[in-house]
């Protein structure tokens, strides 16, 4: 079926989507269900988000446990916090946005050396999230490629722009670093001890790095970025140049919940809790859904990077959070499952990972 502008209603296959063509207009396969509603978002400040000053991590026990306390309050309520002081300096976090934005100003014949739907592929680039077989398509383009150990995996990312490598790189090393610091809070948060997962996502741990592009949109009401959904990760943690980011706050509108804008603050950078702390904490924690809007006349970019264990590293409930009073609520899982799982799901329906793993009673 055509609509009225000459152009396919059903779907755009790779390197001819309606964001890449910067098409006038939103076709019919981006819009979005009713389900999404409602899509007004409560502006956001500093009441609302929480902001922790992880630099305390590192100074006196008492501020230490103060730290402690307010991430965990986050965990909790949000699932979801920015960090500031993180100790990565400002023209790191400039320079890997400016070689992302780079990458994708090249010409298309430069990105489609990457170009893949295989989502096992160590580097891919693509548009939408499953091209050719979603339901919904969504006004994003990115450039997916793992990052830890970044010797195994630097020589196959993009030589252009020609700082790329070096540039990302640089990110990728200083925000695993700050990961490792952040997993040791959470772990600690929960009385497991600061070393409970570091040793584990030190020598074997998975990073993978979104690099995301969020075109002008000539329609912002009409399309999303991405749908609602969580993170497989254990955490996430996010660079973005323009705000577009919202999440759910399950606890406001008397329990109903609400969409909830993140602004964009310079040099802040966001920590999404993923399903496999959710596994980890036996639910005390909750992985956060969030989507991202668009912006009619300016191009999103945002750097997620996603951080767990190994390919097939099993996250299960430890035995110090069970009881005959509190069973545990979820399967082991890995990586690689949920690769099989995004292979066999549509995420735009809805679906999520981390209901697979519920037990039930």
Known sequence: M??????SSSTFKMDNSAQERSLPYVPDCYAVP???????????????????DISRLKSSDDERR?????L?????????????NHGINQNILDDALEVAHGFFELPAKEKKKFMSNDVYAPVRYT???KDGLDKIQFWRIFLKHYAHPLHR????????????REKMGKFCEEVRSLSLEIMGAITESLGLGRDNLSSRMDKNGMQVMAVNCYPPCPDPTAALGLPPHSDYSCITILLQNLTGLE??????HGGSGRWVLVPEVKGVLKVHIGDHVEVLSNGL???????????????????ASLHSLGMDDKMSVPYQLVNNENPARYRESSFNDFLDFLVKNDISQGERFIDTLRIKD
């Open 247 to 252: 999440i759910f706050h399950p606890s406001a």
């Open 66 to 70: 103060g730290v402690i306390q307010e």
């Open 153 to 164: 995996w630097i020589h196959l990312w993009p030589q252009n722009p020609p700082e790329y």
């Open 34 to 52: 009713p389900s999404y509603e409602p899509r007004d978002a409560l502006d956001s400040n500093s009441e609302i988000v929480p902001t922790i």
């Open 127 to 129: 548009t939408s999230i």
């Open 72 to 84: 965990s309050s986050a965990c909790q309520r949000f699932g979801f916090f920015q960090i500031v």
């Open 285 to 303: 924690y909750k992985s956060v859904i969030h989507k991202v809007t668009l912006n009619e006349e300016k191009t999103r970019i945002s750097l």
């Open 2 to 7: 055509e609509n009225e502008k000459g152009e």
